[in-house]
Nanobody, 127 residues
Framework: QVQLVEAGGGLVQPGGSLRLSCVAS????????IGWFRQAPGKEREFVAA????????RYADSVKNRFTISKDTAKSTVYLQMNSLKPEDTAVYYC????????????????????WGRGTQVTVST
């Protein structure tokens, strides 16, 4: 079992920045892939970014490339999502997910690939 707790959400103006964190309750290396997803009101959950817990391999959704950066602090079992140049369309609840399975890179963007989820943190981009 891996328990995940997100933090760092809030209200920010367009063009602003936020950094989300996801703390894993278990030894970091036990979670093979850790990803960020988001769900806006009335929409399905969508992939944002993901990375391997034991390497620097990453993957991003096209909509956030060059604006968002996923990173990790292995000693703290924490994954971060640095979000810059935020837009109103980035408004959503952001969820952290993890899987201990060795899923292929093409499956990193699929929510069904993840076994563990946090409760989410709200990000609102508005004036």
């Amino acid at each position: 079992q891996v328990q995940l707790v997100e933090a760092g959400g809030g209200l920010v103006q367009p063009g602003g920045s936020l950094r989300l964190s996801c703390v894993a309750s278990k030894r970091f290396a036990d979670a093979y892939i850790i990803g960020w997803f988001r769900q806006a009101p009335g929409k399905e959950r969508e992939f944002v970014a993901a990375m391997r817990s034991i390497s620097s391999s990453t993957r991003y959704a096209d909509s956030v490339k060059n604006r968002f950066t996923i990173s990790k602090d292995t000693a703290k079992s924490t994954v971060y999502l640095q979000m810059n140049s935020l837009k109103p369309e980035d408004t959503a609840v952001y969820y952290c997910g993890a899987t201990a399975s060795a899923i292929v890179w093409s499956s990193w963007s699929e929510g069904s690939s993840y076994s563990y989820w946090g409760r989410g943190t709200q990000v609102t981009v508005s004036t």
